[in-house]
T-cell receptor
Framework: EDQVTQSPEALRLQEGESSSLNCSYTVSGLRGLFWYRQDPGKGPEFLFTLYSAGEEKEKERLKATLTKKESFLHITAPKPEDSATYLCAVQAETGGFKTIFGAGTRLFVKA | GAVVSQHPSRVICKSGTSVKIECRSLDFQATTMFWYRQFPKQSLMLMATSNEGSKATYEQGVEKDKFLINHASLTLSTLTVTSAHPEDSSFYIC?????????????FGEGSRLTVL
């Protein structure tokens, strides 16, 4: 069964304290892995798509990487406005093109 | 970027009434849209896939007679929660891919918070 597991469940950082969020996945053939940011009471906002192991993408303070079993979202020198829930999702080659989401990591950045 | 819009953002209704939520793709045509449900501090759970001009495909455990989906045009899908009860209170979010693609990233609406009294 296709599965996405994110850790930690919650992460509290001081402003400027870099860290990483983990997304472990088990799928029968990966079509794509996606990272989203979700603010309270809002729909998810697309951040990155990764397609193959070794691929990396960056956007401002965020960098996403991908291996055959997991993906990391690195946050460099975070600011309070980076506080949000970060969701990881995968689309498998089977399963009718569905996108399966992890439970998310709630990030709190304190000034 | 692609824009998906939902309306209403919040709705409060009495138990037993029906509520309709609209999802529109604003700058692209979406032959397929996806409806998700999210409980507090939980992940998004796919409820159904909405297909333009045909019946929606529902996920296992989702009551198709309670959650009616209509996708009458390439830019509009609606979700109607019929005879709503307090346990239907949740955050409902729609999404779509651009260009009619079956793969790739989803773009989400703002979400609709349903509270059933």
């Amino acid at each position: 069964e296709d599965q996405v597991t994110q850790s930690p469940e919650a992460l509290r950082l001081q402003e400027g304290e870099s860290s990483s969020l983990n997304c472990s996945y088990t799928v029968s053939g990966l079509r794509g892995l996606f990272w989203y940011r979700q603010d309270p009471g809002k729909g998810p906002e697309f951040l990155f798509t990764l397609y193959s192991a070794g691929e990396e993408k960056e956007k401002e303070r965020l960098k996403a990487t991908l291996t055959k079993k997991e993906s990391f979202l690195h946050i460099t020198a975070p600011k309070p406005e980076d506080s949000a829930t970060y969701l990881c999702a995968v689309q498998a080659e089977t399963g009718g093109f569905k996108t399966i989401f992890g439970a998310g990591t709630r990030l709190f950045v304190k000034a | 970027g692609a824009v998906v819009s939902q309306h209403p953002s919040r709705v409060i209704c009495k138990s037993g009434t029906s509520v309709k939520i609209e999802c529109r793709s604003l700058d692209f045509q979406a032959t397929t849209m996806f409806w998700y449900r999210q409980f507090p501090k939980q992940s998004l759970m796919l409820m159904a896939t909405s297909n333009e001009g045909s019946k929606a495909t529902y996920e296992q455990g989702v009551e198709k007679d309670k959650f009616l989906i209509n996708h009458a045009s390439l830019t509009l899908s609606t979700l109607t929660v019929t005879s709503a009860h307090p346990e239907d209170s949740s955050f409902y979010i729609c999404s779509a891919r651009t260009g009619g693609s079956l793969t790739g990233e989803l773009f989400f609406g703002e979400g609709s918070r349903l509270t059933v009294l």
